[in-house]
């Protein structure tokens, strides 16, 4: 299995950036498709960003396309999500989520990801 530990949240202004970034441990990363979701309070966790395990496919969520960047460094065994143009409807708690395999048909699943962190707080003030 793949551990993971996100980074990079915090408290920003409404259209500003933000870059989060996971680091995983465990053999299998290279060969893992990973994910960003996110849970907003009272809100059901949502899918965000997936990219698949050499990172030549990326999938987004009609509500950040254009906006975010999702990518991965195999040898540093990292996935980032670049946050741009950042709306109050973007603050949550983004988790990190790895699959147990190297892509998937339906990458906004939940059921897709094996492993998940413990998340990191995202706040957009108007």
């Known amino acids: 299995q793949v551990q993971l530990v996100e980074s990079g949240g915090g408290l920003v202004q409404a259209g500003g950036s933000l870059r989060l970034s996971c680091a995983a441990s465990g053999r299998t990363f290279s060969s893992s498709s990973m994910g960003w979701f996110r849970q907003a309070p009272g809100k059901e966790r949502e899918f965000v960003a997936a990219v698949s395990w050499s990172g030549g496919l990326t999938y987004y969520a009609d509500s950040v396309k254009g906006r975010f960047t999702i990518s991965r460094d195999n040898a540093k065994n990292m996935v980032s999500l670049q946050m741009n143009s950042l709306k109050t409807e973007d603050t949550g708690v983004y988790y990190c989520?790895?699959?147990?395999?190297?892509?998937?048909?339906?990458?906004?699943?939940?059921?897709?990801?094996?492993?998940w962190g413990q998340g990191t707080q995202v706040t957009v003030s108007s």
């Open positions: 989520a790895a699959s147990s395999s190297r892509w998937s048909s339906a990458p906004e699943r939940r059921d897709r990801y094996a492993s």
